[in-house]
Each structure stands twice: as structure tokens, then as C-alpha cells.
């Protein structure tokens, strides 16, 4: 039953994050006063993908067909162990937050290998830029996480989520500051707009777009639809470990429909606060970068030195 | 057990002599080299996982050396565990080596050479495992040393070689030095040289702490810490690829071997403040060896130098062991130190598979440069697939067996909160933030290698050219080895609940009585505070993948189309158009300019009259260490100015000679009177 409830669980994950997507355009298109499209688009075009043949280089290798697939599964693993209605999934205990940061590396690895593949310079670009931005991101964000993992003493997210639960709305400096480093981490490593920009294809500021230029068809939506995973395994992340309020913590109906419902709504907020931020704010230059990210690494050594000296019980 | 332990060394001593025996009877086979050296390793693994399993300690006495100093010889669990990992080394080798020397076989006094000092380096290894007393230490630390400066100058005929190997064993006797003071401090407030005498010797804190940082400075030279590492990415690269993967793979492990062994054995009692030393040392060996490793264009100097990053992940994480040893927390230390020595195993498994990956590519395209090289995976598939693994090993991905050593390494940094001391605890976490920092930098570093050296459109001709090795055995080799990373990546309670042996031995205690070391999880602290259970995520892919590709294919059907690489309508696409290891590396070389020594020169020859057109443009990047010119050079300059003074005396005159001689004769004349 557990099982099953995992599997539905992860199905679910998976199935409404092109939704995600949608619901984001649509907060941006209104912000910037365009027409957007239908919240389905995302899965319209994802469908509209998977009938379309493949068009793949003469020089491509097999790791450049097989790639997509090992991202997608390496997200499907990474969402089926993040609680998402319910906090005590049995899949969380395969794996904990250390795991699914490794999860996310085992993507990022692939994807940058097979933007090298084709041997064009903009795959290589967009490699180059993602493992830089990625090995800036990846302390940052381990930096925010342990300071949630070091108040709870444990990594595993079912038991740092159960442990905000018991405490209760208390004001902690350090959530403060780990908060706002996942943010900005989430926005460097989803590629969202201050650090690179999704729908951009302008050969000198594209990143993410430059190393999956070359893939079409089905392989474009398991990589689009693994992006689509990606952005919303950080929203939940983030709203469920420092907002974890309305979680299912048993699995009966009215609980579970309760949870989903507050998910919605905690995600519809984070879109919200997400299209407001990508309006506000422009691009940076790439070499900016490294500043944007050392201050997310910043507040997250400010996170675990505040729950050190303030909050620790000794 | 012994015998076993004892039959591997002396199996790899008469691999050596075979060789020789050769030049002078050419009817012995030169094959019998690897037949021997095969069982060495494979009588090494046999008592390295006896050793373990049975975890007890084994001891002799041989009546070698001098009269009045018998060698002692003890085998404990320690001994049997780096037993385990030269065994498997050495047995990988023995496949690899026949086809990998074939054209040496053909000079039978070089091969006598090679193999003469190989069997003497992985015997002498094998001794400094065995010793149980100073003396005989020494000895075998020796002969390991001063049989690989022979093997790093095998290739002498080019001058860059023989400087390397110079350096090489200059270090390595400064280092030798080094750990003989320790061992001296040691035994002068004990009765002999024994290990039994050294643990019982009552030292003050003042010594013990003189003695820590000679062996540590000694072991560190040859483990090639930062910043005493530069001789490591001279000397490993050049010796033949097995030999640097022995070296790189297993001989620093030998070292850490020593540095654990005078540590957490022989010192009567650990101080947190060494560990704090051992942290911040391994911390800055491991961010700058992958941020240099990152920068070489050549593989195996690049291989060489992320030995040094993961060196400095292990002793980052034995500091963190002893800092919980000091501190009264032995289960924490266990941790710590099960994590410690799991990633020398693991680094050891696929820093060799690397180095052989880079051989069998050294021997195909006579390449090493990775801007030189390029699609090597449709030509060399098998090949690549192996390299793959390594690469995903080193870059710690999750379900391979890097992952678990770091992953473990991590959940001993987060239980800093058990701590008293605030300074301690706030660095303790900003050192586990430079260890992501190391595991993203070297994920960066792998792709940058795999894409290069595997991927894209070959940049020369040599690439171009390259074949598939046909030979079944020197692929066996790396294949055994990728094999291991995977298994014990799925199933790493299986060298874990050897490795627990080996902490219970050192520090006295295991790993806490909540922990679980299943066949499908590992927790190793408790179920509620972590667990990873890489068997179960494994399924849980397949399942994901499976039905992925089910409905992708079986149900949709469409066909693939080929056709050229879009080149935006310009046309003409050519392999120098690729991205090469100094454009993908340009960011980060930015980003962390402080950390090196960058000369980047841009010459432009501009067309004759006009002074805008650009005729031709040559860019050239040079990288150097910072410890090469702020450490080395200034002691290098020191030595020879001294020497320089000291060589005054030499005036060649035959009466200044006289003068001495009379001079020395009145000063003894004066003494003995």
C-alpha cells in the first residue's frame, strides 16, 4: 500500500510539472502584458514532440540518444524521493538530500557530455557555462541544506520536514538565511532568468539552451520535460522543507487531498513570487556570476554559523 | 594468513628475477613476469580479505637484516585492508602488462629493468605493510621508493623524464628523512624500535606533537599533500601507464597507510588540534589538486594530479576522525575513518581504471594531449564505456562507489553539533562545503576529460586513425576494475563490514549499534538520521527508464533520422571549430584566478597596410603552481647559493688540500688528547 502510494505519489510529481511550467509562462506573459498561452501548452507541445522523428547529427554517438533517457529517469528518482503531499513516503528513506543533490549532479553530467557530443562550439559553451555555474551552485546549496539537516539531525527530508512540523512556527535566523540562498541557488540552477534565460537562443548568453540545441523530437521533450522536474523539485523543496504546514502526515483521503491542495498553493505562490522576480529583474553577465553565487554560498555559511552560535542547544 | 601475505611478496620479488634470469637464459619465458606477478596479487587479495574477515592480528619474527634486529612482522586488519587494494592493483596489472610491454619485450634488458624494479616496488610495498618495528619500516619504505625512481626513469632518454625522476627521489628521501626523526623521536623515549615499544613509549605532549608533524610532513611528501605535492604530477606521468596507475592507485595509499598507522596506532593518544591540521591541509590539497587537474591538457599529468585532490579528501576526513577521537566520540571517529579508508579503496579501484584507460588510449593513438584527441567512442567503444565508468566513479555520481565514500564523508561532517568547541565547530562545516565544492569542481574536471578525449569530432590525425584495442586481456583488466566500482557502489556494506573491522581494531569501537549495514541500505548512524540504499534506487531507474523507453519506442515507433550537423547555412564545420580543454576550463580559470599562475599571451600579426585586418593569431597559455615558485624555487635558489659558499673551499690548489689534512690532523690530535 506504502508502495503503491509512493508510485502515485511520483506519478503525480511527474505528471503535473509541465503544468508548473504553464502556470509560470502565464504569470509572466501577464506581467509583461502579452497574450499567453493555454496553462496546457507545455503539454501540447511535449506531445507534439514525442510524434515528431528525431533529427540526430551524423557525428553523434550513442551517449547522445541514450542521454535524455538516463536524465529523466536520474529526475523521476530525484521527485519520487521529495515528499510532495504526504511527509512520510517510504521511497524517502532510499535516499536522502545528499542523494538527491547527487541526483541532480548524474543529470547536469549527462547533459553537459552530451552537449559536447556533436562537436559544435555550442554545445561545448553551454557545457563549459554549466559545470562552472553548477560547481559554484552545488557548495551553496549543500550549505543551505545542512543547516535545515544539522537543526533536524538528520538528512533525510521526510525526518527534517517531520522535525519543522513538531517545532512549530518559531522565527529561526538561520531558515532566514538558508531560505534565501536556496532561492537563489534554485534560480542559478534551474536556469531562470538573473543567471541564464530559458527562452533566449542568442548564441552569447544561452547555457542550458546552447548544449540541448542539437536534439529534436522525443529526446528534445525527455529533456524538456526533465527541466520542466527540475523547477519543480525545487519549488516543492523549498515550500515544503521551510513551509512545510499542510503536509499529509497520515494517508487518508481527506488528508492526502489536503495536502495536494496546499502543495498548489504554496507552488502557485512560488510562480507567482518566480514571474514577479524574472520581470524585475535583467540577465547578468556570465562573469557576475560567480559574485551572485559566492553571496548565495555566503548567506548559507551565515545560515549555519547563525544556527551554531544562536540556536544550537549547547 | 601469513603464508599467503608472505607467498604475495615473495611472488612479486621472483617476478622481478624471472626477468633477469631471462637476459641471461632466453629459453625462460618472459610471460612467466605476469604469471607471477598475477599471483602475487592474487595471493595479496586472498590475505588482505582473510585478514579482514578473520580481523586478527598475525605475528612473526624473521631473522633477516642484522643479528641483533630481527624483522618483526605483524598482519592486522589495517595491514590486510591496503593488502587488499595493492592485490587487487596488482592482479588488474598482470592482465594488462603482456600486450601493454609488448614492444619493450623485444629489448630484453629494458623489460629486465621494468620488471626487476616493479617486483621489487610492489614487494617492497607489500613489506611496509608487514613491518612491525622502525627499522624494517624503513627498509621496505625504501626499497618502494628508490625501485620506483628507477620505473619513473625508465623512459630516460628524454631529459624532462630523468628531471622528473631527479625530483622524485629527492622528495622521497627528504620525506624518507623525515620519517625516520619521527620514528627517532618515538624511540627515544622507548626501549627498542618495535611498534609494541613505540606504543608504550611516554611521550609529552610537546614530542608527541614534534613527532605528529614529522610524520606528517614526511608521509604527506610522499602522499603529495599541498604544497609539498609538485614532484607528484612530474614523476607519475611519465613512467609507463601501469606503473602510474601502481603509483597514483596504490602507492599513495601506502602512504596514508603510514600516516594512519603512526596516527591512530603508534601515538599514545590524538589532540583535536591535529586534526584540525590534518583538515585544513587535506581541505586545501583537495580544492587546489582539482582546480590544477582542471588545467592540464595532458590525461595522465591530469589523472596525477586529481591523486592529489583525492588524497586531500582522505586526510581531510581523517582529521575529521580524529578531532571526534580527541573529543570522546570513538563511534563518530569510526565513522570518520570508515569513510576514510572506503575512499582510498574506492580511489584506488578507478584512479587505476583510469590510468589504464589512458594507457590503452596512450598505446592506440600515441596521444596524450586531450585537445589532440576526440570521437574516440565510436572508434574505441569498448574502451570508452570503461572510461565512462571511471569517470562517473571519480566525479562521485550516485550508484557508483565514489558517491558512497563522500556521501559518508558528509554525514561525519554533520554530526559536528556534538561538539563543545565553537571554533570547531564552524570550521568543521565550512570544510564540508570546500569538499561539494571539490566533488562539483571534479565533475566539471570529468566531463571536460570525458568529452574531450571521447566525444565530439577527433582534432588530429593520430585520433582519427585510432582502433580498438583487440587485445582481450588488457581490456580485461580495466573491465574487472569498472565492474568493482559498480558493485561496490550498489553494494557497499559488503566492503563496509570489512572496513568496521578495521576501526574496531584501531580506535576500539564500531559504528553506532543503530546503524545498518544491509544488503539493501546503509545507514551508519541510524535509519532515522540517514540512509542510502543505492540496490533499491537502482530498481526504482530501471523501472523509470524501462518505461520510458517502453512507451517511447515500443508504442510510438518512430524512426530515427541522420543527417549532418546544422552549421547555421555557413558551411564548413571542422573539428578546430570544438570547444578544447582551455575554452571549457576559461570560466573557472577565471573564477579562481588567484589560485594559479597564469601567463596568457595573445600575438596578433596584422595584414601589411591596413592595420585592421588580422592575418594571424596565436594564443598561448601557460600555467604554473603556486607552491612550485613560493615554495620549490626559493629553496632550490637556497641550496645552491649554500652549496655555492660551501664550494669555496675547493680552490684546486694541492696545498690548500695539504693545509685541510694538517688542519684535521692537529683538530683530532687535539681531540684525543
Redesign the interface.
Do not use: H
Given at each position: 500500500m506504502n508502495g503503491l502510494m509512493a508510485v502515485v505519489q511520483t506519478a503525480l510529481f511527474v505528471a503535473l510539472s509541465p503544468l508548473l511550467m504553464g502556470f509560470l509562462k502565464f504569470c509572466k506573459c501577464w506581467l509583461q502584458n502579452r497574450r499567453a498561452p493555454s496553462f496546457l501548452q507545455p503539454y501540447r507541445d511535449l506531445l507534439k514532440l514525442?510524434?515528431?522523428?528525431?533529427?540526430?547529427?551524423?557525428?553523434a554517438?550513442?551517449?547522445f540518444?541514450v542521454a535524455p533517457?538516463?536524465i529523466?529517469?536520474?529526475m523521476?528518482?530525484a521527485a519520487?524521493v521529495v515528499p510532495f503531499i504526504a511527509v512520510d513516503q517510504p521511497?524517502s528513506?532510499?535516499?536522502?538530500v545528499?542523494?538527491l543533490v547527487?541526483?541532480f549532479?548524474?543529470a547536469?553530467?549527462f547533459l553537459?557530455?552530451a552537449?559536447?557530443?556533436?562537436?559544435?562550439?555550442f554545445?561545448?559553451?553551454g557545457?563549459?557555462?554549466e559545470?562552472?555555474i553548477?560547481?559554484?551552485?552545488?557548495?551553496a546549496m549543500?550549505?543551505a541544506v545542512?543547516t535545515l539537516?544539522?537543526t533536524a539531525?538528520?538528512?533525510?527530508l521526510s525526518?527534517a520536514i517531520e522535525h519543522v512540523l513538531q517545532e512549530g512556527l518559531i522565527l529561526r535566523p538561520s531558515f532566514v538565511f538558508a531560505l534565501f540562498a536556496l532561492i537563489l541557488v534554485t534560480m542559478a540552477e534551474t536556469g531562470r532568468i538573473p543567471v541564464d534565460n530559458p527562452t533566449t537562443h542568442l548564441e552569447l548568453t544561452m547555457i542550458h539552451e546552447a548544449m540541448i540545441l542539437?536534439y529534436s523530437?522525443?529526446h528534445l521533450a525527455?529533456i524538456e520535460w526533465a527541466s520542466a522536474l527540475k523547477l519543480m523539485l525545487y519549488g516543492v523543496l523549498i515550500s515544503n522543507i521551510f513551509f512545510p504546514w499542510g503536509i499529509a502526515e497520515s494517508f487518508t483521503l481527506s488528508a492526502l487531498g489536503y495536502g495536494l491542495l496546499a502543495i498548489l498553493g504554496k507552488l502557485v505562490f512560488l510562480c507567482i513570487f518566480l514571474a514577479l522576480a524574472e520581470t524585475a529583474v535583467a540577465k547578468m553577465r556570465?562573469?557576475r556570476v560567480?559574485e551572485y553565487l559566492g553571496f548565495a554560498?555566503l548567506l548559507?555559511?551565515l545560515g549555519?554559523?547563525s544556527h551554531?552560535?544562536l540556536e544550537?542547544t549547547? | 594468513m601469513l603464508f599467503l601475505a608472505y607467498s604475495a611478496v615473495i611472488f612479486s620479488f621472483a617476478s622481478g628475477s624471472i626477468a633477469l634470469v631471462h637476459v641471461f637464459k632466453p629459453e625462460v619465458h618472459q610471460q612467466w613476469v605476469f604469471w607471477l606477478l598475477g599471483l602475487s596479487g592474487f595471493a595479496a587479495i586472498l590475505a588482505g580479505v582473510g585478514g579482514l574477515i578473520t580481523s586478527q592480528t598475525y605475528l612473526d619474527t624473521l631473522n633477516l637484516g642484522l643479528p641483533w634486529l630481527p624483522w618483526h612482522i605483524h598482519f592486522d586488519s589495517l595491514s590486510a585492508l591496503f593488502y587488499l587494494i595493492i592485490g587487487i592493483a596488482v592482479f588488474s596489472i598482470s592482465f594488462y602488462a603482456p600486450h601493454y610491454t609488448h614492444a619493450m619485450q623485444k629489448d630484453a634488458q629494458g623489460f629486465a629493468v621494468l620488471s626487476l624494479f616493479t617486483g621489487v616496488f610492489i614487494g617492497g610495498m607489500l613489506l611496509v605493510l608487514l613491518a612491525d618495528d622502525a627499522f624494517m619500516f624503513m627498509i621496505a619504505w625504501e626499497l618502494m621508493s628508490v625501485a620506483s625512481y628507477f620505473l619513473v626513469a625508465f623512459d630516460h632518454e628524454n631529459s624532462a623524464n630523468r628531471r622528473a625522476a631527479f625530483l622524485y627521489l629527492l622528495m622521497a628521501e627528504v620525506g624518507a628523512l623525515l620519517i625516520i626523526l619521527a620514528f627517532g623521536v618515538m624511540a627515544s623515549f622507548a626501549s627498542d624500535f618495535t611498534f609494541d615499544a613505540l606504543r608504550a613509549s611516554h611521550l609529552s605532549t610537546m614530542w608527541m606533537s614534534v613527532a605528529f608533524i614529522l610524520a606528517l610532513m614526511g608521509f604527506g611528501m610522499k602522499a603529495g599533500l599541498v604544497p609539498i605535492h609538485v614532484w607528484l604530477p612530474e614523476a607519475h606521468p611519465v613512467a609507463p601507464s601501469h606503473i602510474s596507475a601502481l603509483m597514483s592507485g596504490v602507492m599513495l595509499k601506502v602512504a596514508i597507510y603510514g600516516l594512519i598507522r603512526f596516527c591512530f596506532d603508534l601515538l599514545p593518544e590524538v589532540h583535536w588540534e591535529w586534526g584540525v591540521v590534518l583538515m585544513v591541509i587535506g581541505t586545501l590539497s583537495a580544492v587546489s589538486g582539482i582546480l590544477y587537474a582542471m588545467m592540464q591538457q595532458n590525461l595522465k599529468r591530469l589523472l596525477a594530479y586529481s591523486s592529489v585532490e583525492n588524497i586531500g579528501i582522505i586526510v581531510m576526513v581523517l582529521g575529521l576522525s580524529m578531532i571526534f577521537l580527541a573529543n570522546n566520540y570513538p563511534e563518530l571517529a569510526a565513522l570518520g575513518l570508515l569513510a576514510a579508508l572506503l575512499h582510498a579503496f574506492n580511489h584506488a579501484l578507478f584512479k587505476n581504471l583510469l590510468f589504464l584507460g589512458a594507457g590503452i588510449i596512450h598505446h592506440q593513438t600515441h596521444e596524450l594531449n586531450i585537445d589532440m584527441l576526440?570521437?574516440l567512442?565510436?572508434r574505441m567503444?569498448k574502451t570508452s564505456f570503461l572510461f565512462?565508468i571511471g569517470c562517473?566513479s571519480i566525479?562521485?555520481?550516485?550508484?557508483f562507489n565514489g558517491?558512497v565514500s563522500e556521501?559518508l564523508a558528509?554525514?561525519t561532517a554533520?554530526r559536528?553539533?556534538v561538539l563543545?568547541n565553537?571554533v570547531l565547530?564552524?570550521l568543521i562545516?565550512?570544510s564540508?562545503?570546500?569538499l561539494?565544492?571539490t566533488?562539483?569542481?571534479a565533475?566539471?574536471c570529468f566531463?571536460?576529460v570525458?568529452?574531450?578525449t571521447f566525444?565530439?569530432?577527433p582534432r588530429s590525425r593520430h585520433a582519427e586513425k585510432a582502433k580498438e584495442i583487440n587485445d582481450k586481456s588488457m581490456l580485461a583488466a580495466p573491465a574487472m576494475l569498472a565492474g568493482f566500482c559498480f558493485f561496490f557502489g550498489i553494494f557497499p556494506s559488503s566492503i563496509l563490514h570489512l572496513i568496521d573491522n578495521v576501526a574496531k581494531q584501531l580506535i576500539g569501537s564500531n559504528l553506532p549499534a543503530q546503524s545498518v549495514l544491509s544488503f539493501f541500505?546503509i545507514a551508519p548512524l541510524s535509519?532515522?538520521?540517514?540512509?542510502?540504499?543505492p540496490p533499491?534506487?537502482l530498481v526504482?531507474?530501471l523501472m523509470?527508464?524501462g518505461v520510458?523507453?517502453w512507451v517511447?519506442h515500443r508504442k510510438?515507433k518512430?524512426?530515427?533520422?541522420?543527417?549532418?550537423?546544422?552549421d547555421c547555412g555557413f558551411g564548413g564545420?571542422t573539428?578546430r571549430?570544438?570547444?578544447t580543454s582551455s575554452?571549457?576550463?576559461?570560466?573557472?580559470r577565471?573564477?579562481f584566478s588567484p589560485a594559479f599562475l597564469i601567463e596568457e599571451t595573445i600575438e596578433k600579426t596584422m595584414r601589411s597596410h591596413t592595420q585592421t585586418n588580422v592575418e594571424q593569431v596565436r594564443y598561448s597559455l601557460h600555467i604554473q603552481d603556486h607552491s612550485w615558485i613560493h615554495l620549490y624555487q626559493p629553496v632550490e635558489h637556497g641550496v645552491n647559493r649554500v652549496a655555492k659558499q660551501v664550494g669555496r673551499i675547493q680552490t684546486g690548489n694541492i696545498r690548500t688540500y695539504l693545509g685541510y689534512s694538517l688542519a684535521t690532523l692537529i683538530l683530532l690530535l687535539w681531540v684525543v688528547s
Open positions: 514525442t510524434y515528431k522523428q528525431p533529427v540526430i547529427s551524423q557525428e554517438s550513442w551517449l540518444c533517457y538516463l529523466f529517469t536520474a523521476i528518482l519520487s521511497t528513506a532510499e535516499a536522502d545528499i542523494v547527487g541526483f549532479a548524474f547536469r553530467f553537459a557530455l552537449g559536447l557530443d556533436i562537436g559544435t562550439a554545445g561545448g559553451m557545457s563549459s557555462r559545470m562552472t553548477s560547481s559554484l551552485a552545488e557548495p549543500l550549505m545542512f539537516t544539522m539531525s538528520t538528512t533525510n525526518g542539437e523530437g522525443r525527455l556570465l562573469f560567480q554560498y548559507g555559511v549555519m554559523l551554531i552560535i544550537s549547547r | 576526440g570521437g567512442i565510436k567503444p565512462l562517473m566525479s562521485s555520481l550516485p550508484l558517491f556521501w558528509f554525514q554533520l559536528v553539533d563543545d565553537g565547530r564552524s562545516p565550512v564540508a562545503a570546500a561539494a565544492l566533488a562539483a569542481l565533475a566539471a566531463v571536460n570525458f568529452g574531450l566525444l565530439g569530432v541500505s535509519a532515522q538520521q540517514a540512509s542510502y540504499s533499491l534506487i526504482g531507474a523509470a527508464a520510458c523507453f517511447l510510438l518512430t524512426s530515427v533520422r541522420i543527417a549532418p550537423t546544422w564545420l573539428p571549430m570544438q570547444y575554452a571549457f576550463t576559461m570560466p573557472l577565471r573564477i
